[in-house]
């Protein structure tokens, strides 16, 4: 089974999503969102969240060029870590696998008591079967792959047949062909937000099969090559897809950030749902 955990900076959009859907869901939260967060997520809204990943932010930290240290990590991993389902571990040295390696057995140490175990991240584009080996060999059973590396379908069939029951998660990869293909066993994306925050929201036609991300038009230019809602061709598919499934109009996407992250969070729950049905 794959499994699509959100990317999220507030925790106010879980009960948002939660009140209008009656789904739970999935998120995964960076060390630079956590402040002012986790009470909300350990304790208000618990009961609406399916699975919760606590991120260590290294690839927040590297683009921002700002220092995250492995006490500063493990301090907030020993003091929030009851609270989460997994924990990533600090990978704040991209080119540096056994610095990465020693971070891991550095927070293992006093580990929380029935917090799985951490998930380490790769990042070894020579020989990430290699790297993935490593932690194999000491027991874990659930790795990530860090966001700017892919595995191309020689590697996934490798890692496939040396370790089948191997969990991954691709970081900040929802590739649809490499969801399909090799369905891991987790991935995350932001761009449920990333997308509403430019005024589109994601429609999937089932007919089609087929994902389409259509501009609502607030900042409308004839120059661009945008799909806008007011050209689009399943127009009236849409518009009866936003009211059954949300009591959606038109004009309340226009009103809301919260409504398109809404509509853009329920595609994502649905792909994790084709993807887990395909053959």
């Given at each position: 089974?794959?499994?699509?955990?959100?990317?999220?900076?507030?925790?106010?959009?879980?009960?948002?999503?939660?009140?209008?859907?009656?789904?739970?869901?999935?998120?995964?939260?960076?060390?630079?969102?956590?402040?002012?967060?986790?009470?909300?997520?350990?304790?208000?809204?618990?009961?609406?969240?399916?699975?919760?990943?606590?991120?260590?932010?290294?690839?927040?930290?590297?683009?921002?060029?700002?220092?995250?240290?492995?006490?500063?990590?493990?301090?907030?991993?020993?003091?929030?870590?009851?609270?989460?389902?997994?924990?990533?571990?600090?990978?704040?040295?991209?080119?540096?696998?056994?610095?990465?390696?020693?971070?891991?057995?550095?927070?293992?140490?006093?580990?929380?008591?029935?917090?799985?175990?951490?998930?380490?991240?790769?990042?070894?584009?020579?020989?990430?079967?290699?790297?993935?080996?490593?932690?194999?060999?000491?027991?874990?059973?659930?790795?990530?792959?860090?966001?700017?590396?892919?595995?191309?379908?020689?590697?996934?069939?490798?890692?496939?047949?040396?370790?089948?029951?191997?969990?991954?998660?691709?970081?900040?990869?929802?590739?649809?062909?490499?969801?399909?293909?090799?369905?891991?066993?987790?991935?995350?994306?932001?761009?449920?937000?990333?997308?509403?925050?430019?005024?589109?929201?994601?429609?999937?036609?089932?007919d089609e099969d087929k994902e389409y991300n259509v501009y609502l038009g607030e900042m409308e230019s004839t120059e661009d090559k945008k799909l806008y809602f007011s050209d689009f061709k399943y127009k009236k598919e849409l518009a009866e897809h936003l009211h059954n499934e949300f009591n959606f109009e038109y004009e309340d996407l226009l009103k809301s950030s919260y409504n398109k992250w809404v509509v853009n969070l329920h595609y994502f729950r649905q792909l994790e749902d084709l993807?887990?049905?395909?053959?």
């Amino acid at each position: 089974m794959t499994k699509i955990f959100s990317v999220i900076d507030q925790a106010d959009i879980v009960p948002y999503y939660y009140n209008i859907t009656a789904q739970k869901m999935r998120v995964l939260i960076s060390y630079f969102y956590i402040k002012g967060q986790m009470y909300k997520l350990a304790v208000e809204y618990k009961d609406m969240i399916e699975e919760f990943i606590f991120d260590c932010g290294a690839f927040s930290a590297r683009k921002g060029n700002i220092l995250l240290t492995e006490s500063e990590h493990k301090k907030y991993v020993q003091m929030f870590g009851q609270h989460v389902d997994y924990v990533f571990a600090l990978d704040n040295d991209f080119e540096n696998p056994d610095h990465n390696f020693n971070n891991v057995v550095f927070l293992e140490k006093d580990w929380p008591e029935g917090l799985n175990r951490p998930i380490p991240v790769i990042h070894d584009s020579e020989n990430p079967l290699g790297e993935i080996e490593i932690y194999v060999d000491q027991g874990y059973d659930y790795i990530a792959v860090g966001s700017n590396k892919k595995l191309d379908d020689a590697t996934w069939a490798k890692i496939k047949d040396k370790h089948p029951t191997l969990k991954l998660h691709m970081f900040g990869n929802l590739n649809r062909k490499m969801l399909f293909n090799h369905k891991p066993y987790s991935a995350d994306s932001a761009s449920w937000a990333h997308n509403a925050g430019f005024g589109s929201i994601f429609y999937y036609h089932p007919d089609e099969d087929k994902e389409y991300n259509v501009y609502l038009g607030e900042m409308e230019s004839t120059e661009d090559k945008k799909l806008y809602f007011s050209d689009f061709k399943y127009k009236k598919e849409l518009a009866e897809h936003l009211h059954n499934e949300f009591n959606f109009e038109y004009e309340d996407l226009l009103k809301s950030s919260y409504n398109k992250w809404v509509v853009n969070l329920h595609y994502f729950r649905q792909l994790e749902d084709l993807v887990n049905a395909s053959k």
